[in-house]
């Protein structure tokens, strides 16, 4: 039985480097579905905050309480990273390593990851090396790594920033699947046309603080401060 992770929520919670804080101090409660797109402008803190409320990131200060006890909250999460990290093995291998480290039998494991590669249309690269993927490819083979063990909650930070717009397109597609499963997303975009067309909930971040946020209709259609209005006119915010 898998416990709920959600609500999940931040108190005064911050991260800081040799103490410069880099994302903080931040309260937010954030409930169980959908996605939630983080956005701000280049250094306002959104890998900063993904990383913290993933753990990644040391928690210097505050709190982030889960609805389920913390080292069970981390099994149920993935993190996509802006450029993927590959193994350096092939597409197959790739997605068979999360499952067998987690005790799936490597004939189970086969199986799942000849279906999720069929999923994200990788089926005929199977036995290619994951480093000679293009960029798109690498992008899907790390979604559909992080997916395959059915986490309740995915990271992703920027995961479309160098990719084309098919490529974007099928990851966008991947995405809405997931969440259509009920996997939880949290991911930043500096993509104002991505955040309108995935986003539930909106966290805008500024200067390391959430500045604005709300439900993505009535962010998108006037947010509060006028910082977010600007942001999503396209205006310079600093
Ligand atoms: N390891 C680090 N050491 C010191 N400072 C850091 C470190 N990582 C991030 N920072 C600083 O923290 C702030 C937030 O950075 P972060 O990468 O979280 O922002 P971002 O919104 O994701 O930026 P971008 O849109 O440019 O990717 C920046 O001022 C950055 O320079």
């Keep these: 039985m898998v416990s709920e992770l959600f609500p999940v929520t931040m108190a005064g919670a911050r991260t800081s480097r040799r103490g410069t804080v880099l994302v903080g ?3 937010l409660t954030l409930e169980g579905r959908g996605t939630c797109v983080v956005i701000g402008p280049n ?3 959104k890998t900063s905050f993904l990383r913290l409320l993933h753990g990644a990131a040391r928690l ?3 709190s982030i309480t889960w609805a389920c006890p913390m080292q069970e909250a981390r099994r149920q999460q993935a993190f996509v990273f802006q450029r993927p990290v590959m193994l350096r093995r092939t597409v197959e291998q790739n997605l068979i390593y999360p499952l067998v480290i987690h005790g799936t039998s490597r004939l189970d494991a086969r199986a799942r990851a000849r279906e999720w590669a069929e999923k994200v249309a990788l089926d005929r690269m199977l036995d290619r090396q994951a480093s000679i993927l293009s960029g798109g490819e690498q992008q899907k083979l790390a979604l559909a790594r992080a997916l395959i063990s059915d ?4 990271f992703l930070d920027e995961p479309c920033s160098s990719l084309d717009g098919r490529a974007t397109r099928e990851i966008e597609d991947i995405l809405q699947s997931a969440k259509a ?3 939880r997303l949290i991911m930043s975009t500096h993509d104002m046309g991505q955040a309108r067309r995935l986003a539930d909930q909106v966290v805008f971040l500024l200067r390391g603080k959430v500045h604005d946020q709300g439900d993505a209709p009535e962010f998108f259609d006037g947010p509060s401060t006028s910082q977010a209005r600007a942001f999503l006119k396209g205006d310079i915010v600093e």
């Design 60 to 62: 210097t200060g505050g």
């Design 151 to 154: 986490p309740r909650l995915v």
């Design 181 to 183: 499963r009920g996997t």
């Design 43 to 45: 250094g306002s803190g």
């Design 25 to 27: 101090p931040i309260d």
